[in-house]
């Protein structure tokens, strides 16, 4: 069995109304201008902000789900807590693609980096019984402001989101 990883945030990742999550090129926030490709920013508030988009389960995909945010922020103090709701749709003419709730919903607490724009990769487990290769999940990645825990007073910046799991 082999561990594997993609990225997840494709061009169809959208932020939600607030304003308080957006996309800008990496060079805003970082000192060096070399790598300038674009990042989510996840600004610091007291509410639930967040990103969303959609994916397709791997064919080889057999069990072991998880979702991993690879962020990094300007501050070096705190907490940030991540939340992550999704829900996987199969068949054929089976299931709708227009659901009101979400199927799965978990969450975590990472602290900050230790030093400015460290990378951080916390990860949070999905039940393997949710997905099935093939499947459409939507999902909403939500930097959650409203938790006591989320005590981090700048930006969280998100460079990627990965999906890991495992195959046969």
Not at 15 to 31: L, N, R, Y
Not at 139 to 145: C, E, I, N, Q, Y
Request: charged letters at 20%; hydrophobic letters at 40%; proline letters at 5%.
């Amino acid at each position: 069995m082999a561990t594997h990883q993609i990225p997840i945030l494709g061009w169809q990742a959208r932020p939600d109304d607030s304003g308080d999550v957006f996309w800008e090129p990496a060079s805003i926030k970082q000192t060096n201008g070399l790598w300038n490709y674009g990042v989510w920013i996840f600004n610091d508030t007291a509410n639930r902000n967040g990103l969303y988009g959609a994916f397709i389960v791997p064919q080889n995909y057999v069990g072991s789900p998880a979702v991993k945010p690879l962020w990094t922020s300007t501050g070096i103090t705190g907490d940030v807590e991540w939340d992550f709701d999704m829900r996987a749709i199969g068949g054929d003419d089976t299931e709708s693609l227009d659901q009101a709730t979400a199927q799965e919903s978990v969450n975590t607490n990472d602290t900050a980096p230790s030093a400015i724009h460290e990378r951080m990769l916390p990860s949070l487990a999905l039940t393997a019984g949710n997905l099935a290769a093939g499947d459409l999940v939507q999902f909403g990645l939500f930097r959650d402001g409203t938790d006591a825990g989320d005590t981090m007073a700048a930006a969280a910046i998100l460079h990627e989101l990965i999906f890991e799991y495992a195959d046969a």
